[in-house]
């Protein structure tokens, strides 16, 4: 059975770093394409970044390029989004989701099959 629990939100200041991680089971990464997501309060949820494990081929949008790192560690079957240079615009619950489509697109349609529950990361002084 696929389960995603993302873990590591929380509160930090403005210009601080955080890591968010995104723990698969019941599959291997490199059989999944990977997302991060957010949903800012009153607004749209939006794509942050992807990964395709296969061949380590990554997207990041360009609200966050520079600033956000995704990256996997196979042996753990875990995923992590690394957060630096923090600003309030980045508040936002964040949102781990698998495909098992490997060569799809990093966009939020078509509908990713797997979604976690979300983790709150606030940046706020």
């Known amino acids: 059975q696929v389960h995603i629990v993302e873990s590591g939100g929380g509160l930090v200041q403005p210009g601080g770093s955080l890591r968010v991680s995104c723990l698969a089971s019941g599959f291997s990464l490199n059989d999944y394409h990977i997302g991060w997501f957010r949903q800012a309060p009153g607004k749209g949820r939006e794509v942050v970044s992807c990964?395709?494990?296969?061949?380590?081929?990554?997207y990041t949008a360009d609200s966050v390029k520079g600033r956000f790192t995704i990256s996997t560690d196979s042996a753990k079957n875990t995923v992590y989004l690394q957060m630096n240079s923090l600003n309030p615009e980045d508040t936002a619950v964040y949102y781990c989701a698998a495909d098992p489509l490997v060569y799809r697109l990093c966009t939020l349609d078509p509908v990713w099959d797997y979604w976690g529950q979300g983790t709150q990361v606030t940046v706020s002084s």
């Open positions: 990964i395709r494990s296969r061949d380590g081929t990554t």
